[in-house]
């Protein structure tokens, strides 16, 4: 039954056995060869999605540079409306793309629901700030003159996304690049590429219907090929690439180099600090939720548990004790809490860090595993793990995109917990669990969290789109989402106009003809 009801969902999103992964809009077409989508909930076959090559990219580009200088054109409350249709359009299909996000993701169904959910939220934050693109008048030292600052289209704008999260980072990079005026060229990830097809057919037919020009939604799909024809083009003057932080080094060079702007959000390895205050009501499912959700595949993921020696054994035996309560299994089981991860070559990464825990020194407390038998047959499922560790181990500085979780102690104040916290090269996500006043102000002071996300009483991950998203150190330094990340997008111009008959120049200098 589940598959038919998936079945249906696919016809409902356009997605087909084979399909096209080169897209201006309307208009479809590709001539490298296929990526398989094999779901990892099942193992089956989903469907295929034929590549990007050199000239179908070129073809793309064409098509993204001129749609630009119509799109640019338009008020930005107009796009605005264009991305409310789009929200509108989530809205009806919130349950098919949330079953796909499941299906060829492995994220809960749950989950699913909520990465359209964050889709819908950011396209009504856009939609608010289509009206609110505001600049500054700035006073000028000079009499009879005036000073503004205006933000600009900037152009062509390439989104790299992870398979983490398939349609939610594109939208969050969408939704305010259309409003700012700018056109986008999407390279979703190779391990979930049907994701791409149904978005693109999704915003393909409101831009239709609008009667707007192909180019202002593009996708182009492949590996990290495909990636580099992004990175290396001089006419995408904006990158926003999201995955890990190996990739992060070298489009960020790579943008660098030829002077473009890139937006990074890369690897976190976010930490919980849990205080003799905390509140084991907050802390058990704001630890498990972080550490197990999405099966430890967010880059805002729970890694480590930094608790304080008092309190440490009562909050170690009730996380292992909730760790016995999580249902593994199929995502599509609204039951289950947690699915499979991405695929096999994810399960080994998963099995090599933990044996190298345990080389390191580190004790299980949850053993971890993969599971096999009826339900199973992907070979995807592991058991989430608790690992008790040191915070200078090799393995625990470093991001495993798995649902392991590493428990360490500190003692004494919390400035101790907040060394070890910051004691990482990471610096994305990060919480403190307390009722004391003073211990959550130093957390979020100065001297506190070195994080972009810094959070008290709740988790480290489940953000919300108002805020800006992102991280400092190796997590990329880019801001997305809420707050003012939309300024990347757009470029920024300052004006002196002058409305007197004279020429005075600033800091006081004469000079006379
Ligand atoms: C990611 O894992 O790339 O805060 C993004 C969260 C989500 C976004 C995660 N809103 O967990």
Redesign the pocket.
């Known amino acids: 039954a589940e598959q038919f009801k998936m079945q249906e969902a696919l016809e409902i999103l356009g997605i087909k056995p084979i399909n096209d992964g080169s897209s201006t809009g309307s208009e479809w077409f590709s001539n490298g060869e296929l990526i398989e989508s094999y779901s990892p909930v099942d193992g089956q076959l989903i469907g295929k999605v034929r590549t990007t090559t050199k000239e179908d990219y070129e073809r793309v580009m064409e098509k993204a540079t001129t749609a630009f200088k119509t799109f640019r054109a338009m008020p930005a409350p107009q796009r605005g409306e264009i991305v409310r249709q789009f929200g509108n359009k989530l809205r009806e299909l919130k349950e098919p793309l949330g079953k796909l996000v499941s299906y060829e993701m492995g994220k809960s169904l749950q989950e699913g629901y909520g990465e359209v959910q964050?889709m819908i939220d950011i396209c009504d934050f856009a939609v608010g700030l289509s009206r609110q693109l505001n600049g500054q008048v700035i006073p000028s030292e000079r009499p009879g003159h005036v000073m503004r600052e205006q933000w600009h289209p900037i152009g062509v704008v390439g989104i790299i996304s992870?398979f983490?999260?398939p349609v939610?980072?594109w939208s969050w990079n969408t939704a305010l690049a259309w409003i700012c005026g700018d056109v986008c060229v999407w390279k979703a990830s190779e391990k979930a590429p049907l994701c791409s097809v149904a978005c693109q057919n999704i915003i393909a037919d409101i831009l239709k219907a609008n009667g707007l020009p192909e180019g202002i939604s593009c996708i182009v799909n492949g590996d990290y090929r495909v990636g580099e024809m992004i990175t290396s083009d001089t006419r995408i003057p904006l990158v926003s690439a999201?995955g890990s932080t190996r990739m992060g080094r070298i489009v960020g060079a790579k943008v660098a180099e030829r002077f473009g702007k890139s937006l990074l959000?890369l690897g976190g390895n976010n930490a919980i600090i849990i205080t003799p205050t905390a509140d084991l009501k907050v802390v058990v499912p704001g630890a498990v939720f972080g550490a197990v959700g999405?099966c430890g595949?967010?880059?805002?993921?729970t890694r480590r548990l930094i608790i304080h020696e008092s309190v440490y054994d009562k909050v170690r035996d009730a996380i292992v004790g909730a760790y016995g309560q999580i249902k593994l299994g199929n995502p599509l089981d609204e039951k289950n809490h947690v699915g499979p991860l991405i695929d096999t070559d994810a399960v080994n990464t998963y099995l090599a860090a933990i044996e190298k825990a345990k080389a390191e020194g580190g004790k299980v407390l949850v053993e971890g595993g993969v599971l096999t038998g009826e339900g199973y047959e992907s070979g995807c499922y592991v058991k989430p793990a608790i690992i008790e560790a040191e915070n200078h181990f090799e393995i625990v500085q470093h991001e495993t995109f798995a649902p392991i979780l590493y428990l360490m102690k500190y003692n004494g104040e919390v400035e101790n917990a907040i060394d070890i916290q910051n004691g990482v090269a990471q610096g994305l996500?990060s919480s403190i669990m307390t009722n004391s006043m003073k211990e959550a102000e130093k957390f979020l002071s100065f001297a506190g969290s070195d994080c972009g996300i810094a959070n008290v009483n709740i988790g480290t991950?489940?953000?919300?789109?108002g805020g800006a998203?992102g991280g400092e150190k190796e997590t990329g330094g880019g801001r997305e989402s809420g707050s003012d990340a939309w300024k990347v997008y757009m470029r920024r111009q300052t004006n002196t106009v002058n409305y007197s008959d004279q020429l005075p120049l600033a800091q006081g200098i004469k000079f006379d003809l």
């Open positions: 964050e992870a983490n999260f939610a980072v999201t959000e999405t595949q967010r880059c805002t993921s996500s991950s489940g953000a919300e789109i998203f």
